[in-house]
């Protein structure tokens, strides 16, 4: 049996939390030589987006030889001889009209997200395979602040299925409460992240917003299995098509946008998470799908039942 400490925290688990959080990071690299695999995938990402490589280029991001960069560019002419060419004037390698990507890092998804994380400075150095850049405007949401500690200690529950004391501010009360919970999961809506746990209280599994967790306090061992979250554990799909209201040719249009398949698309999530998925995609009960949105959901009765549920 776990004896509780003077901070209120169970012995064992305050034990194991305090080891957790003292951690020492660990130590980075002096430089980002990786291995020639990454210094490869780098040479086909510079040649697909920037148009052109060298050995300087491998030798400024990877801190390598001019030796071994010429390796490297000799192996990458090996493997995809069609896609590049050396142009003597400009001291270059530069992509060639037969130019086909070897590795997925060069995806449109991949590349737009790089430039989603580079417009708001999120992009790691050692990850920056950028070069040149259009001009790049996006939604940036407002940022959730979420306390350090808070976190650390409620993951470290999740990772070693414990319980916890938190003091809460709920939009259903005025003042914040405590309560007990045994977190399981974390999720994340687009906006905000919310810890998804067993709730003493309710005697029910709910989501709470990071953020609005305003303190922790005991830690102890938790008996909650989080295969009894049903709701967690069951994922729905959504058959999403294009609204019928459309013209053919703005359906077709829709089709392409979304990546459908015969004339529809589906996408999973888990049931938690349903709510927040819906009002995102603006397709929950309260939004006018005939009047406003290009997509409808084919199987709309059956998401609303397990809404509801």
Sequence with gaps: MNTVNANGRSARASKGLTAALKKPPIAKPGNNKWNQERRLEFIDYRLCWSGHINRSDLVEFFGISIPQSSLDLAKYTEMAPHNLEYDRHQKVY??????????????ATSYLNDLYMNAQGIIHDTSNYLLQTPNVACFVPPKRSVDFEILSTIVYCILNKCSLRITYQSMSRIDPASRIISPHALGFDGIRWHVRAYCHEKHDFRDFVLSRILSVGKIDVSNIDPNEDMRWNFVVSLHIIPNPNLSESQRKAIELDYGME??????????????????????SPDDNEADNNQIVLKNKNEIFVLLNM
């Design 94 to 107: 530069v992509k060639t009209a037969k130019y086909r990507p070897l590795y997925s890092i060069c995806s």
């Design 262 to 283: 015969n004339g529809e698309v589906v996408y999973k999530c888990r049931q938690a998470l349903l709510f927040y998925t819906l009002r995102t995609l603006r397709l």
